[in-house]
C-alpha cells in the first residue's frame, strides 16, 4: 500500500466516524454543498454524468440539463452521506427510511416460500440502505462489490456491511464469484446484483432508453440456471417533510422469465432486455437519481463489441 493510499485511508475513516456524529440536516448540508462544489468545478465524471443524461433526456434545454446535473451530484452526495451515516441506523429506523412499490409483495412471496430471490438493480438511489434494510426484513444478502482503492476503505465498508448480516463477494482479487452466487441461491438464498453496467466485458448488448449499451449478464443467467426467480428493482429517493434526510424508494418490476426459446444466449439477453426496459422507465422520470458517472453508452466502434 502506497503512502497515499495510507493517507486517504485514513481521511475516509476519519469522515465516516465525523459524519456519524454530526446532527443530520448538518451532516447532509456538508454532502450538497460538496455537490454544488463539484458541479462548479467540473471534470471528467461531471461531464460524463451530464453526457449520459442529455443522452436519456434528449428534450431538455442547456439550462434544464445543467438543473438535472446538479440535482444528480446532489443525489449521488446524498447517498455518499447515507453510506457514512448508516452505523447510525437500526433496524426500527431502517423501515422508516425505505418505501416499497412496484410488484413487491409478489418478490416477498417467493420469500416467504423458502425460494431464492435474484435482484437486477441499476446505479440508481441507495442501493446500500435497501441491502441493510432486506437483511433485517427482507433476507439475508449475498451480493457482489466491486472492489475500490484505496484498498483499506474498501476492506471497511465490507466489514461493516457483513457486521449487518450481508455477505460481500469482492468482484476482482478473489476467488470466482459465480460459482459462490449459485450456491447461495441453491441455499434458498437473496442475491440482489448492479448490472446496468458491463464489469465484465462478457456482457451483452441491450437498449437503454432508446440507445445501445451493454449490461451484465449474471442475473439472467443465474436465474436461467438456477430456476430462481427474477425481479429488476429500481431504487430512488423521495423527501421526508422536515428532514434533511430523504426516504429511499425501492421499486420492484414484473418477475421476469425465460421464454424458452431460442440458445440460451438469446433467452439471456432477452431476459436483460426486459430488466433494463424496468429499469429505464425509473431512469427517464428520476434521472437525478441515476448515479452513472461512467461511459455506459456504445458510440462509434464500441457497438460492435458485442460478446459472441
Keep these: 500500500m502506497t503512502l497515499r493510499e495510507r493517507a486517504e485511508g485514513f481521511a475516509y475513516r476519519a469522515a465516516w466516524r465525523l459524519v456519524c456524529r454530526m446532527p443530520e440536516r448538518l451532516a447532509y448540508g456538508a454532502f ?3 455537490a454544488h462544489l463539484m458541479y462548479r468545478r467540473g471534470g471528467r465524471s461531471v461531464e460524463q454524468l451530464r453526457t449520459n443524461y442529455a443522452t436519456v433526456r434528449p ?3 442547456v439550462a434544464e440539463l445543467d438543473q438535472l446535473v446538479l440535482e444528480g451530484l446532489s443525489s449521488y452526495l446524498r447517498y455518499w452521506c447515507d453510506a457514512f451515516r448508516l452505523p447510525r441506523e437500526t433496524p426500527d429506523t431502517l423501515v422508516e427510511r425505505i418505501r416499497l412499490t412496484g410488484h413487491s409483495a409478489e418478490a416477498q412471496a417467493v420469500l416467504d416460500r423458502g425460494e431464492p430471490l435474484i435482484l437486477f438493480l441499476g446505479h440508481l438511489g441507495n442501493w446500500d440502505h435497501c441491502g ?5 426484513h427482507f433476507a439475508p444478502v449475498t451480493t457482489v462489490a466491486e472492489r ?3 484498498e483499506s476503505v474498501f476492506d471497511a465498508f465490507v466489514e461493516f456491511r457483513e457486521s449487518l448480516g450481508m455477505r460481500i463477494l469482492p468482484l476482482t482479487g478473489g476467488d470466482n464469484v ?8 441453491s441455499a434458498g438464498g437473496f442475491v440482489p446484483l448492479l448490472a446496468d453496467r458491463d464489469l465484465s466485458r462478457t456482457g451483452v448488448e441491450v437498449d437503454l432508453c432508446g440507445h445501445r449499451s451493454r449490461a451484465a449478464i449474471g442475473p439472467a443467467l443465474l436465474s436461467m440456471q438456477t430456476g430462481a426467480a427474477l425481479f429488476p428493482l429500481a431504487v430512488t429517493y423521495e423527501p421526508i417533510p422536515g428532514r434533511a434526510a430523504h426516504r429511499v424508494v425501492a421499486r420492484f418490476g414484473p418477475r421476469v422469465t425465460a421464454s424458452g426459446v431460442g440458445s440460451v444466449r438469446a433467452q439471456v439477453g432477452e431476459m436483460t432486455q426486459q430488466c433494463m426496459d424496468s429499469l429505464g422507465e425509473t431512469i427517464r422520470e428520476r434521472t437525478q437519481d441515476w448515479h452513472m458517472m461512467q461511459r455506459v453508452f456504445l458510440t462509434g466502434s464500441d457497438s460492435s463489441r458485442v460478446a459472441q
Excluded at 441493510?132 to 433485517?136: L, P
Excluded at 459465480?178 to 441461491?185: E, F, K, N, S
Design 132 to 136: 441493510a434494510w432486506a437483511t433485517h
Design 148 to 150: 475500490l482503492k484505496p
Design 32 to 34: 450538497d454543498q460538496v
Design 59 to 61: 428534450e431538455l434545454s
Design 178 to 185: 459465480y460459482p459462490q452466487l449459485r450456491q447461495a441461491i
